[in-house]
């Protein structure tokens, strides 16, 4: 009953909120577009996009959304955080912005490129992407180190998982198109499918994502396709809400 979305309207970016019968539009109206979203309660959300030449933060206090002075010409890409005293932002050029509780800060990163997808177990275990062949860092509290994963020469699409020891990247451009890392070593993935772009776990073995304009179900085994083509849009993002109800959103409004 408390769900967030965001897109586009006219060229500006739309807030739309489902309470639980309707979605409305509940937010800003401004130039640019809204890339990501994180969610720490619902009095506790931060929206992160851009407007060409300048980056977007915004907050929500579960009444009214605010934006946040930060300073970078670089457009905000993903938001990540570990509780809600530990945040981290990735954006163009490296940009890479670090809430600590008190005040949001920038951090080194050794990369020029784009940092557009961020995921951890905790603040001292967190993982970036850049956009450039398979180029991955590894934050372990004190300083971004980069990894040497030995993936396919192919950019990171997205991380997710559970843990340290159990957790996903999908990549572009490759045949293999899906690594799980073990802990140790990291193993293609039986998987035909397009690029994740979505993930929704269900525990530590199961999970549903988005690919293309199809719903995947992985069972620990197998990747099931649920959809048979039901949609002719590309799926951006899914939510499940229980055995029997998803919220799938994509594009053209989808």
């Not at 967030?4 to 401004?30: C, M, Q």
């Not at 945040?87 to 490129?113: A, K, L, P, R, V």
Request: proline letters at 2%; glycine letters at 10%; aromatic letters at 16%.
């Amino acid at each position: 009953t408390d769900i967030w979305a965001v897109g586009e309207k006219s060229y500006d970016t739309l807030f739309l909120h489902w309470d639980g019968f309707d979605w409305t539009e509940h937010g800003p109206s401004i130039d640019g577009e809204i890339k990501d979203l994180w969610a720490h309660s619902s009095e506790k959300i931060y929206a992160v996009g851009g407007d060409h030449s300048i980056g977007l933060l915004f907050s929500y206090d579960g009444a009214s959304w605010t934006r946040i002075p930060i300073e970078t010409e670089n457009e905000l890409l993903t938001i990540w955080g570990a509780d809600e005293n530990s945040i981290f932002i990735g954006g163009e050029s490296g940009t890479i912005y670090h809430w600590d509780g008190q005040e949001w800060q920038t951090m080194e990163i050794d990369t020029t490129n784009s940092i557009t997808c961020i995921w951890g177990t905790s603040s001292q275990n967190v993982y970036a992407a850049a956009v450039a062949a398979n180029q991955m860092f590894h934050w372990d509290g004190s300083n971004w180190t980069e990894l040497q994963t030995d993936l396919p020469n192919s950019s990171v699409l997205s991380i997710w998982g559970f843990d340290a020891d159990n957790f996903y990247v999908s990549l572009s451009n490759s045949r293999n198109s899906i690594y799980h890392f073990n802990g140790t070593t990291w193993e293609p993935c039986d998987y035909s499918y397009r690029g994740i772009s979505s993930f929704w776990p269900i525990d530590s073995e199961r999970f549903y994502a988005t690919s293309g304009n199809d719903l995947i179900y992985y069972d620990g085994n197998t990747w099931i396709d649920l959809t048979s083509d039901f949609c002719s849009e590309n799926l951006r993002h899914i939510q499940v809400i229980d055995s029997d109800s998803f919220l799938l959103g994509g594009d053209d409004g989808t």
